[in-house]
């Protein structure tokens, strides 16, 4: 019999790559989960008529779990590439709760009360933005990092609800891979239909990975791990998956590169101050060697996706002999005129977006208008105008100076972490462990904690030191960064690097040891 795999999110950029690398392997079974309504892609559509007796199609949605107990019988793996991305959850908050946590907590229940759940495999797909916005201070990032989700970004924070779910489920195998920004085929025509590159910061951190290495991270953890190369220790598991040192961006390089294209400088097209200086998200993954040393993915570079883009739209090679000021004043200023777009926060004194993104009015004002004034990393350039080595920011081996704290010896391995560790991370995060033993290198039996604000809670060790995770009352919305930095260190490193101390007036005292 075929070794069957479940697979959501079939339909979009990283499913459907998924799905196509899947199809090499000749012994596998694919059962798609798809709704019915949703226009197929092409290429998907192509798929399923091509390979009838190899993939089935099951037509459902997440938010059901009868839908989702169907989807996962039988399957040994359980991919889960399904969500709503921005700018959608930006305009529909009840839709991209449902989506990106129901819906994995209904696969993730599905599993664990299946009578087989202990032959099932489950790889959640998290994302890069659940580490939230960072800039020149710390452009890196790294599995145990504090999870702050911007404000205003219903993706990331519906993706940390549900991946806090996945870590917490007690599910007995399971990996969670945090997806960086994917360089996929479909990227140059879904910026070019909404205002959502301007939220992207210039000097923002991005460390790409193209939809066909994505895809062939997944198609080598289901060959390797079915013909035992998989080493015991890499399941039940938080890992980044990142492009490496190639593939290591600004945003400004990014859409500079796209530009490409049309033969000219994105300074051509676009303002300075048509983009937002902070609240998004993006990193250079410090560890995303580790994954590829499992995986074996890393193929492909941003320089050979935009090659591969120059054939398929061939047709932007136009704009060579289009005057940019037409194309500025026809495509891209309109862009600024979308409600998503930062300039259009600002024009229509939308109050809290504008300080979120910007920091106030204030700040915005005194953004450079001209290109000759704004500082560019990847010139050489801080944010104050003097000089950086660009390229040794984007090298692992300077990293070092850069790393946020995890406020415990993060180099032990886990077997051999016990009660003290858990104490001393829990008061770099403000509060306290209140459980007063463990077994040591035990790191998913449930300890009880407590945040500075007094709120108690149970969770796994693994989900505090290793996950980012930290009291999930204080994580409820309206976003309370500000407040929980006030009193913890472990957030404050990451909050005040583009944050005030005065900016978050609604403040808790802490409170005493329960």
Known sequence: MKTLVALTGANGAFGSEILAH????????????LIEVDKLKPLVKSMIKNNPDR??????NTNSETDC???IQGARYVVHASGMIPPKTEHNEKGAYGANYLGTKNIVDAIRTSPDRDNIYFVNIGSVAEYGNRNEKHLWARVGDPLISSDYDNYSYTKILAE??????GLPHFVSLRQTAIAHRYLFNNNLSDGLLYQAPLNAPYE?????????LIE??????????????????????????????TGYETMNRGFSLLGRNLKVFMDPNWFATRNFHGAFFYDSEVLNSYLHYQTETVDDYWKNMSKIY??????????????KKTLFTKLTKYDDSPKYWVDNHIDGKVKAYYGGY???????????????LCENKDSTGSFIDYDKLKDEAYAKPYLLEHGFDDTKPLDQLDIKDMKQAAKFRGGFCLSDDMVKGDMFTKLTWQCHKGHTFKATPYSILFGGFWCPECFNKPWKNGRMAKYSPYFAQLYYADHSKDEEDDIYPPKEKQ
């Open 55 to 60: 993939i089935e199609v099951l037509y459902g």
């Open 69 to 71: 107990q169907k989807l």
């Open 208 to 216: 790409w990975v193209t939809d066909g290495d994505s895809g062939l």
């Open 220 to 249: 080598h953890l289901v060959e390797y791990d079915l013909n035992h190369q998989l080493d015991t220790g890499f399941w039940n598991r938080i890992y980044n998956i990142g492009g490496g040192k190639a593939n290591r961006l």
């Open 314 to 327: 061939w047709y932007f090679h136009l704009g060579k002999l289009v005057p940019p000021s037409w194309l």
């Open 22 to 33: 899947l199809l090499n392997d000749s012994d596998l079974k694919i059962r798609i989960l």
């Open 164 to 169: 806090r779910y996945v870590l917490e489920a």
């Open 362 to 376: 204030t700040a915005y004002e005194s953004i450079p208008k001209s290109w000759d004034y704004y500082p560019l």
